[in-house]
Structures are given as C-alpha cells and as structure tokens.
C-alpha cells in the first residue's frame, strides 16, 4: 500500500527564507506526482505536477524535484512571503486512469512577516 | 482552466439525517469523478471512484451503503452521507478528471460536515 510522508509537519520562518519542503512515498511505481496548497476551510490549488519521467517542474518561485527511484519528492519556495502561508499538500498517483491520489498529512507553513 | 464547483461548503445536521453532496464540472465533461475525506490533522484520504454511469468504487474500509455515490451526467457527481452520524464529521472534497486527460484531477472547494 502506498504511503506519502512529509516533513516536516510544520514550518515557521521569517518573510524572504528559501526553504525547501520534503516528501517520500514507498512504492516508486508512480504515474507522477502533485503539490497542493490548502488554506484554511478552503480546498485544494494545484501547484505543480510531475510526470513520472519528469526531474522536476517549476512556476515562479516555486520548485518541486522528482527523484522517483529514492522515492522522494521536495518542494523549493523562493523568498518567501507572508502570502505564501498555507498547508502544503504532496500526492502521488499510481495509474493513470481511474486511480485517486494517495496524499501526505502535509506541512503547515507559516511565514512570519 | 477547469472549474469543479461543490456544494454545500459547509453543513450542519443532526445525527441520523441524510446529507447531499454535489460535484459539478463546470467547464468540463469529467467521466470520472473521486470522493476524499479529511479528518482533522489526517491526510485526504481517497473513499471512492466514481464513473459516470456505472457503479462507483469505493475503498477499503468505506460503506458503500452508507455513502451513497451516483453519478448520473458527466457533469455531476453526488454523495449522500446516510443516516450521519457524529463520527462522520469530516471535510469531504471532491475532484474531477477530465475526459481523455486523466493524468490531472481539478478538486472543488470541499465540504465541512458537522453532525451533532
């Protein structure tokens, strides 16, 4: 079974911090692999998806690696800002098709201004 | 871009009532269609596949009988939350793949269920 961890769980830095975000899954037979920011009550925003035969991807200041032999996955926020603050989600899918993704408790992140 | 509109955002019920949920792919046809809950500081967790058409499938563990999914259109999806119980509260969110490009699912805005 399919098992998405991210750490760490939560994260709080000064306004203009680059950090990173981790996450690992256990089976590395994945079709790719997604970001998404959660805000409070609300749902889902995609942020960045990678193709299994993908290294990475990038939108602005954010940048998510793929290394799907180790099973790993980071996200990379640039200058971070206050605006940046959210729970930041990881999933993976398996198939293509009709398969749901298997998602991380993810991390919440705050950005101190 | 594609637009997956869900309603109720928020609902509050007392226990043994039946609850709606609607899944709407506004700008889209969506054959499937995906169920998911998140319990407080748990991950979204999948509950069930829904094809428009057919009978959903649900995961391990879920009630079939208990969450009722159907998905009459390629536009709608629905879950009926059955006799709800506190237990039950959740955050239930949908998503939609669209038709000849599953490799991406667009969620919709979710749903807050409280059961009292």
């Known amino acids: 079974k399919q098992e998405v961890t991210q750490i760490p769980a939560a994260l709080s830095v000064p306004e203009g911090e680059n950090l990173v975000l981790n996450c690992s899954f256990t089976d590395s037979a994945i079709y790719n692999l997604q970001w998404f920011r959660q805000d409070p009550g609300k749902g889902l925003t995609s942020l960045l998806l990678?193709?299994?035969?993908?290294r990475e991807q990038t939108s602005g200041r954010l940048n998510a690696s793929l290394d799907k032999s180790s099973g790993r996955s980071t996200l990379y926020i640039a200058a971070s800002q206050p605006g940046d603050s959210a729970t930041y989600l990881c999933?993976?899918?398996?198939?293509?098709?009709?398969?749901?993704?298997?998602f991380g408790k993810g991390t919440h992140l705050i950005i101190q201004p | 871009g594609a637009v997956v509109s869900q309603h109720p955002s928020r609902v509050i019920c007392k226990s043994g009532t039946s609850v709606k949920i609607e899944c709407r792919s506004l700008?889209?046809?969506?054959?499937?269609m995906f169920w998911y809950r998140q319990f407080p500081k748990q991950s979204l967790m999948l509950m069930a596949t829904?094809?428009?058409?057919?009978?959903?499938?649900?995961e391990q563990g879920v009630e079939k009988d208990k969450f009722l999914i159907n998905h009459a259109s390629l536009t709608l999806s629905t879950l009926t939350v059955t006799s709800a119980h506190p237990e039950d509260s959740s955050f239930y969110i949908c998503?939609?793949?669209?038709?000849?490009?599953?490799?991406?699912?667009?969620f919709g805005a979710g749903t807050r269920l409280s059961v009292l």
């Open positions: 700008d889209f046809q969506a054959t499937t």
């Open positions: 990678i193709q299994s035969s993908q």
């Open positions: 998503s939609a793949s669209v038709a000849g490009v599953e490799n991406i699912q667009y």
């Open positions: 829904s094809n428009e058409g057919s009978k959903a499938t649900y």
């Open positions: 999933a993976v899918r398996l198939g293509g098709g009709a398969d749901g993704l298997t």
